[in-house]
């Protein structure tokens, strides 16, 4: 598999396709489970999931949904982390609507903001990571941490987003969670010839598939929520298909990206 072939996550780089690729239908909305604030405290864990299901209001605070089809991450009250192939390069870009306050996109509750400019990391494979920083604070907003070491970069991970259910499906108005186990680089290595082992993470069910992210998710978080702090792991890249056997998912790798998105971070206009 070239690099040339690689099937970017979003609509913005493709076109409208599916996401948590798993359970088909929407039910109706989901209510959290007493105890359980996936991710909101230090501390939380997640409920368990088989597949994907579609997550309880207040999951995920920090999640945001862009207008151009991807997702992304508050890492602070003005910035979302998204992916470069998101996004039209480094500058002024007030085109993206960022929605936050709500898993579900038609709730009154729904806070859109304007962007006001854009930084985009290398790209997909050597750093497939991007900020946007809004026009304005969101207020009352909620964010995550980004990893700072790999001490999280194993074990199960939480994924998110408002893609389809399945593989060439459509996108979702209420926002969809599910789990995948980590992937280490050999393995994942050896379905994606051109992974490149530093900057990316992988992530999903080898043997037989059912759970990823897919196009329509690019740019939201895989976030490790072991431990004391919530903390964005991966951000949604590429992969072949959605959720097929012997093709995980393959994430922007934080840990190792974290020292060049901090620099831009501190350096935003």
């Not at 909305?29 to 997550?55: H, I, K, L, R, W």
């Not at 991450?73 to 085109?95: K, N, Y």
């Not at 998710?217 to 890249?237: E, F, K, N």
Request: proline share 6%; aromatic share 4%.
């Amino acid at each position: 598999m070239t690099r040339g072939t690689r099937i970017r996550r979003s609509l913005f780089a493709l076109v409208a396709g599916g996401a948590l690729a798993v359970a088909v239908g929407v039910p109706a909305q989901a209510q959290a489970e007493p105890g359980v604030t996936y991710g909101n405290q230090p501390g939380d864990v997640s409920v368990n999931v088989v597949g994907g299901d579609p997550a309880p209001e207040g999951a995920y605070p920090y999640i945001v949904r862009l207008s151009m089809g991807c997702g992304g991450a508050m890492i602070t009250e003005q910035v979302v982390l998204t992916a470069a192939h998101c996004v039209d390069g480094t500058g002024q870009d007030t085109s993206i609507t960022a929605s936050t306050g709500s898993v579900d996109l038609n709730s009154p509750n729904i806070v859109k903001t304007q962007s006001a400019y854009v930084h985009a990391g290398p790209g997909v494979g050597p750093g497939d990571w991007a900020l946007i920083k809004l026009a304005k604070p969101v207020a009352n907003a909620k964010t995550i941490k980004m990893a700072e070491t790999a001490d999280g970069d194993k074990g199960e991970f939480q994924i998110m987003g408002w893609g389809a259910d399945r593989e060439g499906g459509q996108q979702q108005t209420k926002l969809r969670h599910a789990k995948v186990p980590f992937v280490d680089d050999g393995t994942c290595a050896g379905a994606y010839s051109d992974l490149v082992k530093d900057s990316e993470i992988c992530a999903g069910l080898m043997d037989q598939g059912g759970v990823d992210t897919c196009q329509g998710d690019s740019g939201g978080p895989m976030v490790q929520l072991a431990g004391d702090v919530p903390t964005v792991v991966g951000i949604v890249s590429w992969g072949e298909g959605c959720a097929r056997p012997g093709k995980p998912g393959v994430y922007g790798q934080v840990s190792f990206l974290h020292a060049e998105i901090k620099k831009a971070l501190d350096g935003l206009p």
